[in-house]
């Protein structure tokens, strides 16, 4: 799904990426911060996993932003 403009403002969002390289990159409900000895491919039980953990390679998820609100849209589901 591509997303053309701001569901805020209407204005034109700019494609881009989150990018994660060191630890899998995920949405979270919890505000609580990960334990130290966390995995860091670990997704929590109610987390939506974004990225793929990879040291070498990374993982990237399409992102939208609009510069007039300062915000960012992500499609969760990474296959549309
Ligand atoms: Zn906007």
Not at 10 to 37: D, Q, V
Request: proline share 5%.
């Amino acid at each position: 799904m591509i997303i053309n403009r701001c569901p805020y403002c209407s204005g034109k969002l700019i494609h881009g990426y989150i990018k994660t390289r060191g630890e899998a990159l995920a949405w979270s409900p919890n505000p609580e911060k990960l334990p130290f000895m966390t995995n860091k491919w670990h997704i929590g039980e109610d987390d939506i996993k974004l990225g793929d953990f990879s040291y070498y390679k990374g993982d990237k998820i399409d992102a939208y932003k609009c510069n007039t609100c300062n915000i960012i849209i992500i499609n969760a589901n990474k296959d549309l």
